[in-house]
């Protein structure tokens, strides 16, 4: 049985280091930390074989939506795989996480070995995973070609929002942007168009295909913890920059993230530390303000949602919007017609792992309507739990289905499906 593998939340002196206080920009909202371990060791791996795989380059029309991708791939997938292949894809790890290692900066045997254990959906990297460019080409590619033995590519994801939060800008010096605010004061939607298409054809061509961008909050209190990462207060300027921001992302083959769902930019508080963050609006304010950057962005064809942490009084539930079948699927599926991938925030983060535990809170995010958790705390305990909740009858397989084939069907979008024989 594999070890417990829990990612530790910042300290609250990092932070502080780093962003001063809650009114100025903090780290991203899926941030992360190494374990203990990864303190003291550096995981170095054999080098992997070559990739197979389309790139995210080669596949750019098709994640704009313009090319056609191979009839009924992803059913076919879908049809052959097992229950425990299909919850697995329900999941997005740090390396760190998937191999149990300390810092990773290397695909080898050990990543290898961990995905036909885990066969994740998708990873998530951060600053201390990337050295040098072709050091990040080689691992994401090799994680690609360890995936290609199944079949089904990875998910490769990174936050590279521009500004405050820039991963690759500030570790493999990519094109550097200023704090989004600075845009979105200026107003000029093709400016956040060729903020998208320039990350997105950078990290692309290192071999990340998802991006954890754009913001889509709307600014409406000065001690939200995104600050200067938010387009504007006026939910006009933040709907149209958005759009225009996911357009170029659609250019550049790697596929967009708005969040985070319900909107956060309302909130006084921090789901870094905190234990619950409650965000005292109505629904009809939602209606006017944070919904409409969200229906903008998803207008315009965003692929990944992220549902973030925050309890919004209107709605009614008490429950953290990613654990909400309100938030998710009465509202961003529902009413709001989102029809691609809805992803947590990180559960690692202390609003959902300082009150839930992972199997919990991955059961319980299944049942609000997300496709994939980001990041749980315990990925064997959260990936047990919702197997366990299948086979009991408290999730039916047809929901499992369901977010497995959307997850499918971006993949082949990406070339990340092998044809089948």
Do not use: W
Not at 266 to 288: F, M, P, S
Not at 324 to 343: D, M, N
């Amino acid at each position: 049985m594999r070890k417990k593998q829990i990612i530790s939340i910042l300290t609250a002196s990092l932070l502080a280091m780093a962003c001063g206080c809650s009114n100025i920009d903090q780290p991203d909202t899926a941030e992360q930390t190494p374990t203990a371990a990864a303190e003291t060791s550096l995981q170095t791996e054999n080098s992997a074989p070559e990739l197979h795989f389309q790139t995210t380059a080669d596949s750019k029309q098709a994640a704009s939506g313009t090319t056609e991708t191979s009839d009924g791939l992803a059913s076919q997938y879908l049809a052959k795989m097992t229950l425990e292949e299909k919850i697995y894809q329900m999941f997005m790890v740090t390396p760190e996480m998937l191999t149990g290692y300390g810092v990773v900066t290397e695909a080898g045997d050990s990543t290898k070995a961990a995905l036909a254990q885990y066969p994740v959906g998708g990873l998530i990297y951060f600053a201390q995973n990337l050295e040098t460019q072709e050091q990040t080409r080689t691992m994401l590619a090799n994680c690609q070609a360890f995936a290609e033995e199944s079949g089904i590519g990875l998910f490769l994801a990174v936050d590279e929002e521009g500004g405050t939060v820039a991963r690759v800008a500030d570790q493999l010096g990519t094109t550097a942007f200023s704090d989004m605010s600075v845009y979105g004061a200026q107003g000029d939607p093709q400016q956040a168009f060729d903020i998208g298409k320039t990350i997105g054809t950078e990290i692309g061509a290192l071999g990340f295909n998802v991006d954890f961008a754009p913001v889509a909050d709307v600014n409406l209190c000065s001690g939200n913890e995104l600050g200067g990462r938010i387009f504007s207060s006026d939910a006009s300027v933040v709907a149209e920059m958005v759009a225009s921001e996911v357009r170029g992302f659609q250019e550049s083959g790697v596929m967009a993230t708005l969040k985070h769902f319900p909107g956060l930019g309302a909130e006084d508080g921090n789901a870094h530390y905190d234990t619950k963050i409650v965000i005292d609006r109505t629904l009809d304010q939602l209606r006017q303000e944070e919904f409409l950057p969200f229906s903008s962005g998803i207008e315009a064809g965003v692929d990944f949602v992220m549902v973030s942490h925050q309890v919004v009084t209107g709605i009614g539930d008490d429950l953290p919007g990613d654990l909400s079948y309100q938030t998710v699927t009465e509202l961003l599926k529902g009413e709001l017609g989102f029809q691609g991938i809805a992803i947590t925030d990180s559960q690692a983060m202390n609003t959902i792992s300082g009150v839930y535990g992972a199997g919990e809170a991955a059961v319980m995010s299944v049942q609000a309507g997300i496709d994939i958790v980001l990041m749980p705390e315990d990925l064997t305990q959260a990936f047990e739990a919702v197997r366990s909740a299948v086979e009991s009858g408290e999730i039916s397989e047809e929901r499992i289905d369901q977010s497995v084939r959307l997850i499918l069907e971006k993949k082949e979008k990406l070339g990340l499906l092998a044809p089948l024989s």
